[in-house]
């Protein structure tokens, strides 16, 4: 009792109360919660707590500040994630974690975060480039069918063993075994050799120019070490050892892993980069879904940063906070409407481009994002295609819509789904489903957990008519997006995993087909956009908005870098303080 | 009769006391009696417990029931006082008022006193209420199972009231507990009830109390232990010098018991006496009237009994004339002048009543005294030993054609009743052994009794010739119309949500006939156990107690049936109403010519009710034979220990132990544990009912013949 | 006695054989497909058919009822879709955090009952203060008492953890034999860990146990009210034992049967309550764990979660009966 | 009297529609354009609005309806199953007793609000469903009182009279028994409210209720939590609705407790 109330006696006196400053739209009492505590449970112990102005300086959350060797940062995941094992993660929170243990053999390059204190949101402009990794250079051979990649020597894994071109073909050759979600990025790999510890050599079966991408995403093939994966493979190529260590090269290794509840990383010893020098020796990760309890302990200096998630009121309250920077970060999250063509009401492709016209993307935007978030004009994320092609930008017309939906004599009662994973997805839609109304459908909104979305693309049985979800692409190559979100969904292939609605456009599957084996880049850009305005012709996937992200670090914080193509991950080996 | 009752009490605006009509004078006069008796040991010459003025009100929803006013009473050194009273009378009130137990919520008006060795239990600290319970106080409760925590281990109990464990174990003994060492470590529902109520008495024990207050210690047992625990009660006040003020509704228990007797009335004291002086030549009228309606085993047979004239007193309503008046057949003017108070008859006798001693024998006591009263008309029957008992025209449960069976048939007949109660699971093996090869026959228009304490079948044979019970084995015929039955318990026999005439209608739903016509039937059904019409629309918990059960036996005479059932119908019932509800069944018997069995454990209520008696023990019957035969020569030893036990005649325990428990009977004669005149034999064979000449008739001859299942029986006749 | 026991726990075996029967149709009935929910969205068709054999989907209904039942006896609850792991070492993981905090909300909700119930039967003038108190703090859904929890003692007034079960500032907190921290800390004779776990179990098992306490407490109340009218009360009072202890010796052991029964029901409640409370204030339980689990339709999780909470309810309420046999020894037969 | 709570608070259930300022559904639009997270009685909001811009108080309000009525609904399906079940099994006594009862306690002795989430969670969250889940597991416990009161109440003499007077057994069971239940079903479901509206709040609040945007008390709160720290009143709102009704419901409750006079 005694040592707890030490800690938290001193952070008291400095205690920030952020549901004080004034927020000129809501007009909150400034002391809200006394009223209503007060009131409600009439008890008069507030007195005591936040009385005064606002303003105080926060915990210096982590309270190892420099000065002392050994430096300790909690941060916290928003959901109950996944094993953080490369080959089967494919999800969003965990990739702080596998980017900071496991390496591959290209990345992205990084990108600093910006701290704006109105935390104005810029979405990406363009392509991040891919630079190398664990391979030096590489070569692409003029077919596209061959990539020869140049491997670093002196890279040990975290049980010591060397990496080579041998280890990485064992990673390549796991991942098709394991057959996780990811596993399709390696599914036109023909073969690999290794002609010397040092050479990789990847042979595709057809042409891919988004294989580097692959290579580059988070989801990609990672280094894992073949001696852990032999010692704990198990019947499940180490599927189960994986969960709770790591097999990696990255700047952290796993020291302790509960899943769902706590993960320990820790900094790696022998990290092949001399450059890198983790000042954070220890990465303590919670799992704390609810927001308000990070942003509670963050106030009470139990979480050092925050890391995505924030509420718009949350990060308007920090922003005042001068011990909190709050940092925008641009994503490739891209919500969006998918259009079920089956829907009586939505069978013409007029309806479905007077639909597009009738959403009202700018409400959506000012009301759920505001500040977080632009509207979104391209079918692809932003910044994937130059700007002005494959445009999907209608004028805000909600009458031509209105018009067809009276012409309609069929059911006008249909059901606008919703990912329940997504917490922002809840709220677009309901905002959604007044407009619907507004024009004339009866509209039940209803959610659909992960598991269930993923069974409608091959058995559209009980698919809803409409479905708002954000996703954010695996790799940068707009043929990534395209193919999973759009292209028909086949039987035989892996396209159309996220094409939830089963929505077919032959004519832009044709053109992302021939896009992907171009192996001109300007050709293949060419193309790609014009099956993306083929698809936003068709009308069944209308995106929304280019959302960012927000991160709260304490203002003494700084080497806030990250990788735009992937998500929620902020560069833990970067994380220094000032100076 | 579940205590605290809060009794009757009508005289609220009545100034009247009674403490200055009770001078010391008096009461030295009484100690004075009473220590002689005690071997003129008596020191402390103020009255253990005493009385002053007490006058007890509760509140029951808005009415305020008046249960003591101005009672004045005292309990001397070494004396059992005997409250008695018909239920209403206040008698409980008094026992828990002098233990400062009245209930608290809500909480009673109390003016005057009531004093425990100089302590009033009604305005001192609760502390020192409690210091008087411990030292100078024992209490017994009328039901010892509900009494004692069923939690704990009697002993414990005990030890908790006794403070050491010797001394526990010594009262334990003290209260006639063999085997009491072993006996402390039972649970109270491990004990029988008999070893219940001396477990409560030696708990009242404890402390040398100067006085224990016994509530009904003895309504919830049976006669022969009864007879054992007033007989321990007597020892006790002549061994420890223990006081006792003795409530009970049971005058022949009082008669039994008391030393001392008084009278209660509508919350008042109707006479007070000795108990002697009191029963012999009761004063008040009321005294009187309870002593005449009282059923006993030597009153004059096939007559009506004599009743108590109009309602029990309502203790709600204030009057402003003797209580008694509305049912006093001696009533004068004068009576009506205020609420008579209590004067000195003699120099320890005390009566309310301002009728004088000349006027005393006047024509209005004679009245109740000499009432003429109407024979019964015995119910025509024939013996006929030539029919087989396994006469084929019998028809099982069949239903005659004519609805009356006629006066020569058989119309009910059982043989070889066996029917066990599992204990607990099924699978258990163990099981109460209720009925272990009875038979009866009751002949048409006849009336039987069966007689046994608790646990020897006699119910259990009462619902399986009503069908209610199926038999394990054996068989029931019953001739004509389907039985009825009247229940011990006539609130719970009675649906509560419906209406009188609701109840009464269902027994004439087989029949077609208009709402008008049933109605019509109804009403006569009232009429017929003089109820009046008015009730017809009341529901039952409008009624009186006499009041539903008369209503129970409206209902089941309606359709006359064959025979009537009737399961101890007057045992929870005053002995006034007791009287009036036995005269009821007598008169619709010998209107309808309908057969009778009824179920008692009282001798002398089955002797005046029935023509033929049958005593059953443990599932068998064990005497059967004319009612007044087995009364005044009883053939089975039982039988005489039932007879000796019945109370008011002066004699105790004419039987040790207590009724064995139907899970384990003894083999052969199963009474020969307990039997005095039990040999060798008797615990090997098992004797079948016999003829004084030895002829075995087993219970399937009706008739004059007196049966008994007793090895001893022929030799006995013969020698006597 | 023996055969009482023996009775209960058949009972009780052959409740949880019909709730497997239960869960096992529910999976068949849920929406999920578990093989998409396994492989993800870009599955491969053959990848699909590998794991829909792998899974024994294709095997008959019976046979893949009794190799579902077959796998409980080894406590194996199937794969979770999520995780990807055995729901088992999930549950492994989460069900003593859960058990902790149950086992002292129970506690907390006893003793506030005991208090409650002793408090406002006797005829003393706080009496009508304490039923007061019960009739509203019987109504407050424990997430609102979990708001104000959070708000007042942790973000106003800094005396409570809102989250988790220990302090991360809590080096190596031991992880064993009993799963409870407040238990293992001394038994590691680290008693910063006891410590500072109650600490945090404080306030989740507090807003976990008010509704089950008041519920009990009334029972407790009216229990012992009736119990005192009794008549073997009124021949101890007349014994002239103090009223206190005709309240606790006689009084109370009679009247806590009917407490108990109500306790035994409530812990169904409070088992729902706990699920709620865990989302609330991060506790990694299996109420947490249900809460990630049912936005994502893993069922193999929640089915695992159901069982295992169902079985210890069923473990427990058998435990509570075989005590009140003990407590009254009318019912042992 | 106090149990008229009862009917007054389905009467404003009922005129919700008419009571509630604001489509519950439908965001507000106010002359300064954006109305989210306005504070509770500014701009015309009771309650505040929520993150789109709708009227929490018209929320709650709508919610209180559902709520109110799907309590109804449950505590009049376990009455009726529940009561028909008890009176079978109490009537009958025997191997049908045995049987019902054995299949009553098999459910009684598993964790109800445990086995509704699990149920609504495999059929998938709907109004209906949570409906349908709840009502399973709610109804044992009105069999076993049922059954305990017509149990107690065969044991008396007055039934043996009825069937010695030859009525049938569906009028034993429906007259001489089934009224002598009434009391304490009624007394009990009236107690039992108050808990059906919090539990069924808590599995609102785990998202197995009504979907959005249906306005659920319990959903609306989980919903809010995320704003707890910035915007409480979104969260605390519809649990201080529950609140009130619960202990209405609970005061209501006591007077139907004492009206027919029961401990």
């Not at chain 1, 180490?238 to 706590?262: C, F, I, N, R």
Request: aromatic fraction near 6%; glycine fraction near 10%.
């Amino acid at each position: 009792m005694r040592k707890y109330g030490g800690i938290i006696q001193k952070n008291r006196g400095t205690s920030h109360c952020f549901g004080e400053q004034n927020r000129a739209k809501s007009h909150v009492p400034s002391n809200w919660r006394s009223v209503a505590s007060f009131a409600l449970v009439g008890i008069a112990l507030m007195a005591s707590a936040c009385s005064n102005g606002s303003g105080g300086s926060s915990g210096n959350s982590s309270a190892t500040i420099p000065g002392s060797t050994s430096h300790t940062l909690n941060i916290a995941f928003t959901e109950d994630t996944q094993p953080l094992d490369p080959d089967v993660y494919y999800a969003g929170s965990g990739n702080i974690a596998i980017q900071a243990m496991y390496e591959g053999l290209v990345q992205y390059v990084k990108q600093p975060l910006t701290y704006t204190k109105d935390a104005t949101f810029t979405p990406p402009s363009s392509r991040t480039q891919i630079i190398p990794d664990l391979a030096s250079s590489w070569t692409t051979s003029p077919d596209g069918l061959t990539y020869t990649f140049t491997l670093r020597t002196g890279v040990t894994f975290h049980d010591g063993t060397p990496f080579n071109s041998e280890a990485m073909k064992e990673d390549f050759t796991r991942r098709t075994e394991v057959n996780g979600g990811p596993a399709y990025m390696l599914a036109d790999v023909s073969s690999v050799d290794t002609p010397d510890p040092q050479t990789f050599v990847v042979h595709l079966s057809k042409a891919n120019n988004a294989f580097m991408d692959y290579l580059a995403s988070t989801y990609g093939p990672k280094a894992i070490s073949p001696a852990v994966l032999n010692a704990h493979g198990g019947n499940d190529f180490a599927q189960k050892y994986l969960t709770t260590h790591d097999g990696g090269t990255g700047p952290y290794m796993m020291t302790k892993g509960v899943s769902g509840q706590e993960y320990v990383l820790s900094s790696y010893s022998g990290y092949w980069d001399p450059t890198v020098k983790p000042w954070y020796s220890t990465v303590n990760i919670h799992i704390i879904p609810d927001i308000g309890t990070q942003q509670l302990e963050l106030e009470k200096g139990q979480l050092s940063m925050i890391l995505n998630g924030l509420t718009t009121q949350a990060i308007q309250s920090f922003n005042s906070n001068s011990s909190l920077h709050t940092y925008s970060v641009p994503t490739l999250v891209t919500p969006a409407v998918w259009v079920n063509p089956s829907t009586p009401v939505f069978s013409s492709k007029k309806v479905r481009q007077d639909f597009d016209a009738a959403i009202d993307k700018k409400t959506i935007v000012d009301d759920i994002f505001p500040g977080r978030a632009v509207v979104a004009n391209q079918i692809f994320p932003s910044g994937e295609l130059p700007a002005g092609s494959a445009m999907q930008d209608p004028t805000y017309d909600p009458s031509k819509f209105a018009k067809d939906v009276s012409a309609f004599s069929g059911s006008k009662a249909i059901i606008l789904g919703y990912d329940q994973a997504d917490p922002a997805d809840l709220p677009v839609a309901d905002l959604m489903q007044t407009e619907l109304a507004a024009a004339g459908l009866q509209v039940t909104v209803k959610g659909y957990t992960d598991t269930v979305l993923y069974g409608f693309p091959t058995n559209p049985k009980g698919a809803p008519d409409l479905l708002v979800d954000s996703n954010w692409p695996d790799a940068q190559a707009p043929d990534t997006w395209a193919r999973i979100v759009m292209y028909t969904p086949s039987p035989t292939g892996v396209a159309g995993g996220l094409n939830y609605l089963g929505c077919s456009d032959p004519a832009g599957d044709s053109l992302l087909d021939q896009a992907l084996a171009a192996t001109d880049p300007s050709q293949a850009q060419t193309l790609v956009a014009q099956a993306g305005e083929e698809y936003a012709s068709y009308g069944c996937w209308d995106v929304i908005a280019y959302r960012g992200d927000t991160v709260v670090a304490p203002s003494w914080m700084s080497g806030l870098v990250h990788q735009v193509p992937i998500p929620d991950a902020v560069v833990l080996a970067d994380l220094k303080p000032v100076g | 009769m579940a205590a605290p009752d809060p009794g009757i009490g009508t005289l609220a605006g009545n100034e009247m006391t009674m403490s200055e009509t009770s001078p010391p004078e008096s009461r030295q006069g009484i100690r004075d009696q009473v220590d002689g008796r005690l071997h003129g040991s008596g020191s402390g010459l103020d009255a253990v417990a005493s009385t002053e003025d007490l006058s007890i009100t509760f509140a029951r929803g808005r009415q305020r029931i008046h249960a003591l006013q101005g009672v004045s009473i005292a309990v001397q050194p070494g004396e059992i006082v005997a409250l008695v009273g018909e239920s209403g009378s206040g008698k409980s009130a008094l026992g828990l008022c002098l233990l400062g137990l009245l209930p608290t919520r809500p909480a009673p008006e109390v003016a005057g006193t009531a004093t425990i060795c100089g302590v009033d239990m009604l305005t001192s600290p609760e502390s020192e209420k409690r210091a008087i319970r411990r030292s100078r106080l024992g209490a017994v409760f009328q039901d010892p199972m509900t009494s004692l925590n069923p939690t704990m281990r009697v002993g414990a109990q005990v030890i908790e009231a006794a403070g050491s464990e010797d001394e526990a174990l010594s009262l334990l003994e003290a209260a006639g507990i063999p085997h009491a060492r072993t006996r402390m470590r039972s649970y109270p529902h491990e004990l029988s009830g008999g070893l219940r109520q001396r477990v409560m008495i030696a708990m009242a024990l404890a402390g040398e109390p100067s006085l224990v207050i016994a509530d009904e210690p003895t309504t919830a047992l049976d006669v022969t232990v009864q007879a054992q625990i007033l007989e321990l009660i007597r020892e006790l006040r002549e061994t420890k010098r223990t006081s006792f003020l003795f409530v009970t509704h049971d005058l022949a228990v009082a008669q039994q018991v008391a030393d001392r007797v008084v009278v209660m009335y509508g919350g008042r004291v109707a006479e007070s006496g000795p108990a002697g002086a009191v029963f012999d030549s009761p004063y008040h009228p009321y005294s009187a009237g309870l002593l005449d309606t009282r059923i006993t085993l030597d009153g004059p047979l096939a007559v009506e009994l004599p009743t108590l004239a109009g309602d029990p007193v309502d203790n709600s309503v204030v009057f402003s004339s003797c209580p008694y008046l509305p049912r006093c057949p001696s009533a004068q003017a004068r009576c009506e002048d205020g609420v008579p108070e209590l004067r000195q008859l003699d120099a320890d006798r005390w009566v309310a009543c301002p009728i004088s001693a000349d006027e005393y024998s006047g024509p209005g006591l004679v009245s109740i005294r000499s009432k003429a009263r109407r024979a019964f008309q015995p119910a025509p029957r024939t013996l006929d030993l030539t029919e087989s008992p396994d006469s084929p025209e019998i028809q099982l449960r069949g239903e005659a054609s004519d609805g009356k069976a006629s006066s020569h048939q058989v119309v009910v007949t059982v043989n070889d009743a066996e029917k066990s109660f599992p204990l607990g699971r099924r699978d258990s093996g163990r099981a109460v052994l209720a009925l272990r090869g009875a038979s009866l026959r009751v002949m048409a228009g006849e009336s039987v009794a069966i007689v046994g304490e608790s646990g020897s079948g006699k119910t259990t044979l009462l619902r399986a010739i009503s069908g209610l019970t199926p038999l394990d084995s054996g068989s029931v015929q019953i001739e004509g119309r389907s039985p009825q039955m009247v229940f011990q318990d006539a609130g719970s026999s009675l649906t509560p949500w419906m209406t009188v005439g609701d109840i009464l209608g269902e027994r004439l739903r087989k029949e077609r006939m208009s709402r008008h016509a049933r109605r019509a039937r109804v009403i006569e059904a009232l009429r017929s156990v003089e109820l009046s019409a008015g009730v017809v629309d009341a529901k039952p918990h409008q009624l009186s107690g006499g009041q539903r059960q008369r209503l129970a036996i409206a209902r089941a005479v309606m359709v006359p049936p064959s025979v009537l059932l009737c399961d101890e119908p007057t045992s929870a019932l005053d002995v006034s109403m007791a009287s009036t509800v036995v005269n009821l069944l007598g008169r619709l018997r010998s209107d309808l010519g309908i057969a009778m069995v009824f179920v008692t454990h009282d001798l002398a209520v089955a002797r005046t009710v029935a023509d033929r008696l049958c005593v059953m023990y443990l599932g068998r019957v064990v005497e059967e034979g004319p009612a007044d035969l087995v009364c005044s020569n009883p053939g089975h030893p039982y039988s005489i220990a039932l007879l000796e036990s019945v109370p008011g005649r002066g004699r105790f325990s004419p039987v040790s132990g207590e009724p064995p428990n139907p899970v384990n009977p003894p083999a052969g004669c199963s009474f020969h544990p307990r039997c005095p005149q039990a040999e060798a034999a008797c615990s090997a064979t098992s004797p079948c009912l016999k003829t004084g000449q030895g002829e075995e008739m087993s219970g399937l001859h009706p008739g004059d013949h007196h049966l008994v299942a007793c090895i001893h029986w022929g030799g006995r006749l013969g020698s006597s | 006695m023996t055969s009482f026991v023996v009775k209960r726990v058949g009972a009780a075996l052959g409740i949880v054989v019909v709730l497997t029967f239960v869960m096992f149709f529910l999976q068949r009935i849920s929406h999920t497909d578990p093989v998409h929910a396994m492989l993800g969205a870009g599955a491969s068709p053959a990848a699909v058919r590998a794991e829909a054999h792998r899974l024994g989907l294709d095997r008959p209904l019976v046979d893949q009822y009794f190799s579902y039942l077959k796998g409980l006896t080894h406590l194996d609850f199937g794969t979770s879709y999520r995780l990807r792991e055995p729901v088992s070492t999930a549950l492994a993981t989460y069900f003593p955090a859960t058990m902790e905090l149950t086992a002292y909300s129970l506690l907390f909700a006893l003793v506030i009952a005991l208090i409650l119930g002793v408090g406002g039967a006797g005829k003393w003038k706080g009496a009508g203060v304490f039923r007061a108190i019960m009739l509203p703090a019987a109504c407050i859904p424990p997430f609102l008492l979990a708001m104000f929890g959070k708000i007042v003692f942790y973000e106003h007034l800094n005396l409570l953890p809102a989250a988790g079960r220990i302090s991360s500032s809590v080096a190596n907190p031991p992880t064993g034999p009993t799963g409870f921290l407040t238990i293992d800390g001394l038994i590691a004779g680290k008693p910063n860990v006891t410590i500072d776990a109650f600490i945090h179990l404080l306030l989740p098992a507090l807003c976990i146990a008010l509704i089950p306490a008041i519920s009990i407490g009334r029972i407790l109340r009216s229990s012992i009210e009736q119990t005192m009218q009794m008549d073997h009360v009124r021949t101890a009072r007349a014994k002239g034992l103090k009223e206190r202890s005709v309240l606790l010796k006689h009084a109370l052991r009679n009247s806590v049967g009917p407490a108990l029964s109500m306790a035994g029901l409530q812990l169904g409640l409070m088992f729902a309550g706990v699920v709620v409370i865990e989302i609330m204030f991060n506790w990694p339980g299996v109420g947490w764990f249900l809460a990630q689990s049912i936005p994502q339709g893993d069922f193999p999780a929640i089915a695992g979660v159901t069982l295992v909470l169902s079985i210890t309810y069923v473990a427990i309420n058998a435990a509570v009966d075989v005590l009140q046999a003990v407590a009254d020894p009318r019912i042992r037969v | 009297m106090v149990a008229s709570v009862f009917p007054a608070i389905t009467l404003v259930a009922l005129l919700v529609p008419i009571l509630a300022p604001d489509n519950p559904l439908i965001p507000v639009t106010t002359s300064s354009g954006m109305s989210s997270f306005v504070a509770p009685g500014h701009h015309g909001f009771l309650l505040g609005s929520d993150l789109i811009g709708r009227d929490v108080f018209s929320r709650v309000l709508y919610g209180i309806r559902t709520s109110w009525f799907s309590a109804i609904g449950v505590i009049a399906s376990g009455m009726i199953i529940g009561g028909a079940v008890g009176l079978v099994a109490g009537a009958s006594g025997g191997l049908v007793d045995s049987i019902l009862m054995r299949i009553t306690d098999a459910f009684l002795a598993l964790p109800g609000p445990v086995i509704a989430i699990c149920v609504v969670a495999a059929m998938g969250p709907s109004l209906f469903h949570t409906l349908v889940a709840v009502a399973v597991v709610w109804w044992p416990f009105y069999a076993r009182i049922v059954r305990g009161e017509i149990r107690a109440l065969a044991g008396r003499t007055h039934v043996d009279a009825a069937r010695l007077a030859g009525v049938s057994r569906f009028r034993l069971a429906t007259r001489h028994l089934l009224p002598g239940a009434v009391p304490a079903i009624v007394v009990t479901a009236s107690l039992d409210v108050a808990n059906l509206l919090i539990t069924m709040a808590g599995l609102s609040f785990l998202g197995l209720g009504a979907p959005e945007p249906a306005p659920e008390l319990g959903a609306m709160a989980a919903q809010g939590m995320q704003f707890l720290l910035t915007d409480w009143w979104v969260a605390v709102m519809p649990g201080m609705a529950i609140f009130a009704l619960a202990l209405l419901s609970n005061i209501a409750g006591d007077g139907v407790r004492k009206l027919w006079g029961r401990s």
